[in-house]
C-alpha cells in the first residue's frame, strides 16, 4: 500500500516506471523493519539496487533506523521513514527534477496499485494502540491513526469503477478502526456515517466487489459483523492472528483480549455460519515457551480446527520489549516446534478441505496456467492461502478477473481441483 501511494503521486507528476534497476535514473527501494529476516532482506535489496543502478532512495519502516542503512551501504542517496510519503517524493524531486507538465500528465482515479486488475488492497488506518512484546509497529508507526469513512468509501467506489472485484481491508488493527476518532461520523450522500468498523463493513457490502477482512482482534464488537457474512455481504472469512493457544505465553505477548475464551467464540461464529472461514498467524519458540505451553497450543489448534494457518519461529526484533524477558528457546527447539506445528495443522486443513469435495462454489479466476484455470473461492486470500485449480471444458477459456461457477473434484492438503459447474 505505501508503496503504491508513492507510485501513484510519481506517476500524477509525469514519471515513469521501469521494469529493471539498469533503465531507471532512480530506484526508490521500500523497505520492512519488523523482524531480523525482513531487515536482511530489505539490507539486501537495497544492495542489489546499488550494484545494478547506483543511485537509491530507501523508504520504509526500516528508515526508521537510518544508521542501519548508511553503515552498510552509505553510498544511498537519502533515507525516509515509514509513511514519508511527502518525502519520498521530495528526495526524488531533489535527485531527478520532473521534466512535465503536471496538468497534462494523467493517472487512473484509482491510481497506481501493483496487483492485479481484480483486487486491491484497502487501507483503513495506520499505527496500532497495543503493545504486544514482539512488535515494534507502534514505535515506527505510531498509535492507531484511522481514515474518516467517507475517504474509505470514496476509494473503494474509485477500485470499483476501476474493474476491482475483490477488496482486502487492510491495517494493523482493523477491529479497532475508528476508535482512535471516537467513531465521528462523516457525510456519505445524504447520510452521516459513524467511522466505525460494523459500519464500514457494512457500507463496503453494498458495493458489489467481495470484502475480505483481515488483522481482525476478536473483540465482542466483531460478532456484529457474522450476520452482514450470512446475508453474503461481507466474505465469510475472518483473519485473526490469534498468535498462541497457551494463556501463559499469551500473557507474556501482552496480547490483546488474551483473556478471551477465543474457542468459545469460534464455536458459536460456526455455529451461526457453518461455512466461515477462519484464518490466523502463530510464534512458536517465543521467550519463555515451555514444552507444555506448546503442547497446550497444539491441542488449541486441534479443538478450534482453523482452516488456514501460517506459523512463525520467534525471531529476535531490534527494540522489541521481548528481548529482555529471560528463558529464550534454542534455535533447534524453535524449529522442531514448528514442524510439528505444521504437521498438526496440514492434518487439520486436509481434513476440512476434503469435506468440501462435490460442493459447488464461486471462484475469482486469478490467472490461466495451460489448460487450467487458477482462481479463489471465498476461503482462499491471494498470495497468503491456497487456490482453487479448474480443469475440464471450458477453464481455458475463462477470463482473468472474472467469477466462475465450479463442482470441486478432489482436495489436496492447501488446495482444491474443481471443474466448471
Known sequence: MDSERILTQLRAEGYDVSPTYEAADLVVVNTCGFIDEAVHESLDAIGEALAKNGRVIVTGCLGAKPAKITERHPSVLRVTGPQAYEEVVGAVHEFLPPMHDPFMDLVPPQGVRLTPRHYAYLKISEGC?????????????????????????????????????????????TSAYGADLKYRPAKWGSREIPSRFIDLARELGELGPWVRLHYVYPYPHVDEVIPLMAEGKVLPYLDIPFQHGSPRVLKLMRRPAHAVNTLARIKGWRE?????TIRSTFIVGFPGETEEDFRILLDWLEAAELDRVGCFRYSPV???????????????????????????QQKISARRLAARVGRRMRVLVDSIDGGAAIARSEADAPE??????????GAAALAVGEFADVQVTGASEYDLEARLA
Open 129 to 173: 494502540n497495543h503493545r504486544c512484546r514482539f512488535c515494534i509497529i507502534p514505535s515506527m508507526r505510531g498509535d492507531l491513526a484511522s481514515r474518516p469513512i467517507d475517504q474509505v468509501l470514496n476509494e473503494a467506489i474509485r477500485l470499483r469503477n476501476a474493474g476491482v472485484r475483490e477488496l482486502l481491508v487492510i491495517s494493523q488493527d
Open 318 to 344: 531490534e527494540g522489541a520489549a521481548a528481548n529482555a524477558l529471560p528463558d529464550p528457546v534454542p534455535d533447534a527447539v524453535k524449529e522442531e516446534r514448528w514442524h510439528r506445528f505444521m504437521q498438526a
Open 272 to 276: 451461526q455460519l457453518p461455512q466461515m
Open 384 to 393: 497468503i492461502d491456497g487456490v482453487v485449480r479448474v480443469t475440464g471444458k
